[in-house]
């Protein structure tokens, strides 16, 4: 099992520009949420989904889109990237509710 | 809204020995769960304990127990016989029993084992 996925590891984006970062589960899990990661704040939660099709806003969506057309994958989608969303991005899944979330290895975006 | 504090944002310890690290939350509610994660320099997030908020028994998983005190809103993380693979960050949380989808993680508490 590989997990929770996360690409890229790494990334650089000039102000103004768009992207995706990618994010697959082969756990079957119904539950999949966004985490951005900004030193002395914890992790906040940008959005989440508890199954295909359903998505909703968490504490930080501002700036952010997501999709989940597969039970599989759950992109996220910077629309058009800004100097504060420099951090670190988790992917995270869960079987069901009240269980511990599954982390990906995180993606570092620097927005320049 | 739920809040999760961690009061100490950097603790050390000898190898060997027990460290107790601090989390309190702000909840209204009666159904919940509580979770510690550890976050090593490799930036993985793992996940240390569970902790069902209607179970009375505090859990444990091999070195690291919790002391839940729902009352007091309290949930603080033990680690026995410390070793310097517990160097990390790490973090307590909070989820909702009815959402069972969403985390709040606290600030964090960076642990250095020295040697």
């Known amino acids: 099992n590989a997990g929770v996925t996360q690409t890229p590891k790494f990334q650089v984006l000039k102000t103004g520009q768009s992207m995706t970062l990618q994010c697959a589960q082969d756990?079957?899990?119904?539950?999949m949420s966004w985490y951005r990661q900004d030193p002395g704040m914890g992790l906040r939660l940008i959005h989440y989904s508890v199954g295909a099709g359903i998505t909703d806003q968490g504490e930080v969506p501002n700036g952010y889109n997501v999709s989940r057309s597969t039970t599989e994958d759950f992109p996220l989608r910077l629309l058009s990237a800004a100097p504060s969303q420099t951090s670190v991005y988790f992917c995270?899944?869960?079987?069901?509710?009240?269980?511990?979330?599954?982390f990906g290895s995180g993606t570092r975006l620097t927005v320049v | 809204a739920q809040t999760v504090t961690q009061s100490q944002p950097e603790m050390s310890v000898q190898e060997a020995e027990t460290v107790t690290l601090s989390c309190t939350y702000d909840?209204?509610?009666?159904?919940?769960?509580l979770f510690w994660y550890k976050q090593p320099p490799s930036r993985q997030m793992i996940l240390v304990i569970r902790q069902e908020a209607y179970k009375q028994q505090n859990a444990t998983e091999n070195r690291f127990s919790v002391n839940f005190q729902k009352a007091a809103k309290s949930f603080s993380l033990k680690i026995s016989d410390s070793q310097l693979g517990d160097t990390a960050m790490y973090f307590c949380a909070f989820m909702k029993g009815t959402s069972g989808s969403r985390l709040t993680f606290g600030e964090g508490t960076q642990l250095t084992v020295n040697p």
């Open positions: 756990m079957n899990h119904e539950y």
């Open positions: 995270a899944s869960s079987r069901r509710a009240g269980y511990g979330y599954t």
């Open positions: 909840t209204s509610e009666n159904n919940y769960y």
